[in-house]
């Protein structure tokens, strides 16, 4: 039985081997007849959706907005707006630059993140219902591919829906998922649809780092779940990890301070979001409803902006690095590699 499950789990590994090395080979091909015209996402993938089926979650999008820019003041409802579906730009310019400054930058610049959280939402509303598993995975499907659209397309956003797919089909036929083989094929996948995103997409480029930083760092680092302050700051002490290097090499800027507002803030995301999607929805049926929850979303946005302003001001919340070359960036993440190499190893004993 043992030699049996073995010659399963190495054929399994053959085959995820050959379609990695498989999609190498169509990279390659790729890069060498693509021609000088980059397209965006929003171009090639759009391509792909039926109009109607585009149109009607942008419908969704512009009800969403309008029904929360009916209970929120602003800046509450822009700063809202932009956690659902980024875009700095709805943002004043003075609190954009405070947020850069304390490293939450990647909480209203759409990232998977949010359609981690969102899904998640989903995911136990469907499981509530007990509808099935066919019936879960298709209405997953249709949500994801909608959140895709209202989210412009992001390169973070589809990074994050290609793994969401890939458990979903892995959930649906009762296989165990691999987090790092999916998102190995995740990447790959993308980059041979749209080769630019390797040197002209920063936010895929930062999207994939945390996320390998959550798959291969944070088992590390995590000392104990049932202390839920020490796991998140675990959580997210490994996405910073793994970014800070390239940010410092793209950006110069370093936050020192992005630990404790990650700490601070990140959690009640989920609350804040899970709170929009309520007042969004009693907005539509039920005024006095949509008011209640508002008053407490309202409080959660503002304990947000009070705690961005409070941290920005401190005058050793950011540094600047005129300089920080190529090589020291390749120099970090040997080293990092080395260091995971090193605990596997010693974990084998």
């Known amino acids: 039985m043992e030699n049996v499950q073995l010659d399963k789990t190495t054929r399994l590994k053959i085959i995820r081997i050959s379609g990695v090395v498989l999609l190498l080979c169509l990279i390659l091909i790729r890069l060498r007849r693509s021609s000088s015209i980059q397209l965006s996402n929003q171009e090639i993938y759009s391509k792909l959706v039926p109009e109607w089926f585009t149109q009607l979650f942008l419908n969704l999008r512009q009800l969403i907005n309008q029904s929360l820019k009916k209970i929120l003041p602003e800046p509450q409802y822009s700063l809202l707006k932009s956690l659902f579906f980024g875009g700095k730009g709805n943002l004043p310019f003075e609190l954009k630059q405070q947020i850069r400054r304390v490293g939450l930058s990647h909480l209203v610049a759409v990232s998977g993140l949010h359609l981690t959280i969102i899904s998640r939402i989903i995911a136990r509303f469907l499981t509530f219902l007990a509808l099935g598993n066919g019936v879960n995975f298709i209405l997953n499907l249709i949500f994801i591919l909608g959140f895709v659209i209202m989210a412009d397309f992001s390169s973070s956003v589809i990074r994050a829906a290609f793994m969401s797919l890939i ?27 749209n080769p630019s995103l390797l040197k002209q997409d920063l936010g895929f480029q930062l999207s994939v780092l945390a996320t390998a930083g959550l798959i291969y760092l944070y088992p590390y680092l995590q000392q104990n779940k049932t202390n839920f302050l020490a796991d998140t700051f675990s959580l997210n002490l490994s996405a910073l990890i793994a970014v800070t290097p390239w940010v410092l090499y793209q950006t110069q800027f370093l936050s020192l301070v992005a630990p404790l507002s990650n700490l601070l803030i990140t ?21 006095n409803l949509a008011v209640f929850f508002g008053f407490y979303l309202n409080l959660l946005l503002k304990y947000f902006l009070v705690i961005v302003e409070r941290l920005a001001q401190l005058p050793w ?23 995971l190499i090193l605990k596997r190893h010693s974990s084998c004993y």
Do not use: D, Q
């Open 167 to 193: 458990f979903l089909i892995s959930k649906l036929t009762h296989r165990l998922s691999n987090s790092s083989y999916a998102l190995i094929l995740t990447v790959l996948i993308m980059v041979l649809i």
């Open 267 to 287: 959690p009640l995301v989920p609350l804040i979001m899970s709170l929009g999607l309520i007042v969004a929805f009693c907005s539509l049926f039920f005024s």
């Open 317 to 339: 919340a950011e540094i600047f690095f005129p300089v920080f070359p190529g090589w020291l960036v390749s120099l970090c993440y040997l080293t990092l590699i080395l260091w």
